[in-house]
C-alpha cells in the first residue's frame, strides 16, 4: 500500500501519530511527517502497518493522509 502525507492540509490534532505511531510522526510546528523520512510525501506501507495507516487517514479531520492500495 502506497501512503501519501499532504503537510500543507496538517492541522497538528495528533490523531494520526496516536493511531499509527510507527509511521506518522510531527516537525515541531506539529505537521505530519512520516517516521525517519523527514523531506519524504510518499511513503511504502508494510502489511502490518497497513491497518492503522487506514484508521488514520479515514480519521483525519483535514484529509491530510492519503492511502492508495497497490
Do not use: W
Not at 510507527?22 to 505530519?32: A, K, P, Q, S
Not at 517516521?35 to 502490518?48: D, L, N, R
Amino acid at each position: 500500500m502506497k501512503c501519501e502525507i499532504v503537510p500543507e492540509r496538517c492541522i497538528a490534532c495528533g490523531l494520526c501519530q496516536t493511531i499509527a505511531p510507527e509511521i506518522f510522526d510531527y516537525t515541531n510546528d506539529g505537521l505530519v511527517l512520516f517516521v525517519g523520512e523527514s523531506e519524504a510525501t510518499h511513503e511504502f506501507i508494510p502489511e502490518p502497518q497497513q491497518a492503522a495507516v487506514i484508521q488514520a487517514a479515514k480519521r483525519c479531520p483535514a484529509h491530510a493522509i492519503l492511502y492508495q492500495d497497490s
